[in-house]
């Protein structure tokens, strides 16, 4: 075997003990959940959970006039991304008993569908949307 041969070899080798090993440590965090997902997500959620409250607080509280229109549409637009969040988060649980072998199937489709990079995106979003929010509110009040 020529050298050249025997590094790409070796490279889909450890890309796939990589693999492996994510596949293995994300069905032993959804097994042993509560919920059916990992701690993170759980953590996720109930902060996107919280944002959507605050938010809808914020918009039912305050007088039209009160509030200007372009945090309005900010307020508006944090809770469409915190939504698709809530619903990325919902796909990645187990549904029902917690098996191993659904925890096993279920942590496959989240490695192999690079449900993590979406959701990591939207947790982006939304924690960007909530800082300039945070910031016009406190813009407001000087």
């Known amino acids: ?6 590094l790409a070899l070796a490279g889909n080798i450890v ?12 069905t032993k ?4 959940s509560s919920s059916g997902g990992s701690e ?22 305050a007088a039209p006039a009160v509030i200007p229109e372009d945090l309005r549409a900010l307020a508006g637009q944090c809770k469409l991304v915190a939504e698709k969040l809530l619903k990325a988060l919902e ?5 029902g008993s917690h098996r191993v072998w659904k925890s096993f199937k279920q942590a496959l489709e989240n490695v192999w569908k690079m449900k993590k990079e979406e959701i990591n995106s939207l947790v982006i979003q939304t924690e960007r949307l909530r800082n300039e929010m945070q ?7 000087r």
């Open 1 to 6: 075997m020529d050298p050249v041969s025997a």
């Open 15 to 26: 890309q796939f003990v990589d693999f492996s090993f994510k596949l293995l440590r994300e």
């Open 29 to 32: 965090t959804i097994y042993q």
């Open 40 to 61: 993170d997500n759980d953590v996720i959620e109930k902060i996107t959970m919280d944002v959507i409250s605050l938010n809808n607080n914020l918009t039912a509280s």
């Open 91 to 95: 796909d990645v649980k187990v549904k």
């Open 135 to 141: 910031y016009r509110l406190q813009w407001m009040l």
